[in-house]
Nanobody, 126 residues
Framework: QVQLVESGGGLVQAGGSLGLSCTASGRANSFYPMGWFRQAPGKEREFVAGINWNGTTTRYADSVKGRFIISRDNTNNTLYLQMNSLKPDDTAVYYC???????????????????WGQGTQVTVSS
């Protein structure tokens, strides 16, 4: 399995920007699709963005499309999420995750992800 560690969370005002990073170690993670999920208090974990193994395909939740950008640097085993025009509704714990199958399609269901980071808190004030 792969170990994932997120960083970059914090407090930001509405309309501001924040960047998250997720560093992977362990197995050769470069061949696996990855994604970002988030979970707000009292709500279920939801898909935010996903990217295929070489970064050529991305998917976004409708709620973040046009505001968030997912990318990856396989040389440094790092996944990124650039969050712009942040809203209070974006407040949540953000998790990065790796899909179970290498070279697979970018999926949105958490059931196909088998490695998760510990999460990083993002708080957007109004």
């Amino acid at each position: 399995q792969v170990q994932l560690v997120e960083s970059g969370g914090g407090l930001v005002q509405a309309g501001g920007s924040l960047g998250l990073s997720c560093t992977a170690s362990g197995r050769a993670n470069s061949f696996y699709p990855m994604g970002w999920f988030r979970q707000a208090p009292g709500k279920e974990r939801e898909f935010v963005a996903g990217i295929n193994w070489n970064g050529t395909t991305t998917r976004y939740a409708d709620s973040v499309k046009g505001r968030f950008i997912i990318s990856r640097d396989n040389t440094n085993n790092t996944l990124y999420l650039q969050m712009n025009s942040l809203k209070p509704d974006d407040t949540a714990v953000y998790y990065c995750a790796t899909q179970r199958r290498a070279f697979g399609l970018v999926r949105t269901s958490s059931a196909v992800f088998d490695s998760w980071g510990q999460g990083t808190q993002v708080t957007v004030s109004s």
